[in-house]
């Protein structure tokens, strides 16, 4: 069965613009359309992306791009595994020299890790007794802490999902006890590249539902609950959804729940062994959180549904645009300034990644000092008042993103015709400066 991970319907939203940016960079992939699937921020110069097929074939691509100067000129190579039929799963990278990669076969699964030591050069097989039991091995994914400490999984073989870790950078590999390693579901599998990581600990998820979770760099795993019933849409095929996590404690998931449209935000504070109650979330879906804040970075290459990105400092509860119509693909942040995420190329010396230019450190108004937006429930009117504010945009969403109004406000108070607006939920989003309020304002 094939096991990759379903990819996230993306949904259109609308936010105001603001001052971040992106600034296109050149992968120098020779082949046209090559995307960058997959971001690893060694520093703010040693950066490594793995390549993927935007052409609409099912090519398999083993191919990596890489840069030493933050950016400024990008080096392509091939990840040579001695099989071309295996699917590159991800990168993990501690250095401008040293990498990892996963890899298995989209239909029979096995694949393994391997490793490079000359960046990118050559790439050796490492724990090659590992992911060998056609049908039913997949290596879903590796991740190194540092240079030495790392994790291997892939799916279950007998009752236990096969986890490996290693203390001496890939040299020797060790299986996780049965003890340590949670007995699996029946129909339960994990997922190519459905997993997060911060400090020491590592998060993967299942196709029941399920979250499997290490705090010591893999030696120990214990099986969480979440609010979907399947990761990937395998099993429960309007359940799908990614999770992401910004320190040991803070995650969001990031999914649809017995509906295959309507997204939500579910939230932890403890590692994912408890979880808030879905929010409906309208926004884009490919994500990443500037590592230990609670800003969070979305964006899209979905033209139909809406292509774009976005950021919220408040953990996903509001959202300030960057930029709307552009393609984006998955992002990779180091800190609030330096950030990375994907796009595709036209040649070797034209487009395939995008730099972020900003600071996402950058606070949003306070809306108790800034605007004062009543009443809340509205009937007919809404009055946007300030006391040192008098020239604005405002910007109308529904639930959904679609804008239902836009204007220009001027004057320390306004009042807005709300009457033509169906009964429900809408956010008033007000721009000023550079900077943005969000206010969820219930109309009856």
Not at 39 to 47: G, K, L
Not at 96 to 116: E, P
Not at 360 to 381: E, G, M, R, V, Y
Not at 391 to 398: A, F, G, M, P, Y
Request: with cysteine; charged share 10%.
């Amino acid at each position: 069965m094939k096991k990759l991970l379903l990819s996230l319907l993306l949904v259109s939203t609308s936010f105001v613009a603001n001052a971040q940016s992106w600034t296109s960079q050149a992968t120098g992939f020779t082949t046209a359309l090559r995307s960058t699937v997959g971001i690893q921020i060694v520093d703010a110069n040693n950066v490594w992306a793995i390549a993927g097929d935007a052409s609409g074939g099912t090519a398999v691509v083993q191919e990596f791009t890489k840069t030493t100067d933050g950016g400024t000129t990008w080096v392509p190579g091939t990840i040579n595994v001695g099989n071309t039929s295996l699917t590159i799963g991800n990168i993990s990278a501690v250095s401008a020299t040293t990498a990892w990669v996963s890899a298995a076969d989209s239909t029979n699964g096995l694949g393994g890790v391997f490793k490079t030591t000359d960046g990118g050069l050559t790439w050796t097989p490492q724990n090659t007794t590992a992911f060998t039991t056609a049908g039913s091995s997949w290596c879903d994914g590796v991740h190194f802490f540092d240079a030495n400490n790392g994790l291997a999984y892939g799916d279950p073989v007998g009752s236990n999902f096969e986890i490996y870790t290693t203390n001496d950078g890939g040299a020797t590999w060790t299986a996780v006890p049965v003890a340590n390693n949670p007995a699996v579901l029946a129909s339960e599998w994990g997922y190519a590249g459905s997993f997060a990581y911060a400090g020491n600990s590592f998060w993967f998820t299942t196709s029941k539902g399920k979250i499997y979770r290490t705090t010591d760099m893999g030696l120990t795993w214990t099986k969480l609950s979440s609010p979907l019933s399947d990761f990937g849409a395998g099993v429960t095929t309007t359940n799908f959804g990614s999770l992401y996590f910004t320190d040991n404690n803070t995650g969001i998931i990031v999914g649809t729940k017995n509906t295959a449209t309507t997204y939500k935000i579910w939230t932890t504070t403890n590692g994912g062994t408890s979880w808030s109650t879905g929010v409906v979330y309208a926004g884009f879906t490919d994500m990443c959180y500037v590592p230990g804040t609670t800003t969070l970075v979305s964006t899209s290459a979905n033209t139909t549904s809406g292509a774009g990105s976005a950021y919220s400092q408040d953990n996903g509860v509001t959202w300030t645009s960057i930029d709307a119509d552009v393609q984006h693909g998955v992002p990779a942040f180091l800190d609030a300034t330096t950030g990375w995420c994907g796009g595709f190329n036209t040649d070797a010396t034209t487009d395939g990644i995008y730099k972020f230019g900003g600071d996402l450190a950058t606070k949003k108004f306070d809306t108790t000092k800034n605007f004062k937006i009543s009443p809340n429930p509205a009937n007919s009117n809404v009055t946007i008042s300030s006391d040192k504010i008098d020239s604005c945009q405002l910007r109308v969403t529904d639930l959904m993103g679609k804008v239902v109004l836009e204007k220009t406000l001027t004057g320390l108070q306004n009042t807005i015709d709300v009457n033509s607006l169906s009964s429900g939920a809408y956010f008033f989003t007000l721009n000023a400066d550079g900077k943005t309020e969000t206010v969820k304002i219930i109309k009856n």
